[in-house]
Nanobody, 122 residues
Framework: QVHLAESGGGLVQPGGSVRLSCAAS????????MDWHRQAPGKQRELVAR???????VYVDSVKGRFTVSRDNAKNTVYLQMNSLKPEDTAVYYC????????????????WGQGTQVTVST
């Protein structure tokens, strides 16, 4: 079983920054592939960024140049650095692990964090 714990959300002013964390625990050695999603009030959940198993990262156009995904393998944690935030970035942000390593083997999965609220407002 894999457990994801998200943190780092909160209230931030337009133009500000926040860093979200997604820490994996349980029967997992390493996150290989994962996504960041968000869901704004009254809207469908949307993909924000995708990190592939080879380390490539793609971003949705609306966040390119402002959001950055990084990882700390020693802490089994993936981060979403969000800069130049806009009111339209207000949403609950979720991490989703799609592939991970356990021992010397790789596994596909579909694990989600509980979500963390980011509110961009004055």
């Amino acid at each position: 079983q894999v457990h994801l714990a998200e943190s780092g959300g909160g209230l931030v002013q337009p133009g500000g920054s926040v860093r979200l964390s997604c820490a994996a625990s349980g029967n997992i050695a390493n996150i290989r592939a994962m996504d960041w999603h968000r869901q704004a009030p009254g809207k469908q959940r949307e993909l924000v960024a995708r990190m592939g198993s080879g380390g490539s990262i793609v971003y949705v156009d609306s966040v390119k140049g402002r959001f950055t995904v990084s990882r700390d393998n020693a802490k089994n944690t993936v981060y979403l650095q969000m800069n130049s935030l806009k009111p339209e970035d207000t949403a609950v942000y979720y991490c989703n692990v799609r592939e991970y390593r356990r021992g010397n083997l790789y596994y596909a999965g579909d694990y989600w964090g509980q979500g963390t609220q980011v509110t961009v407002s004055t």
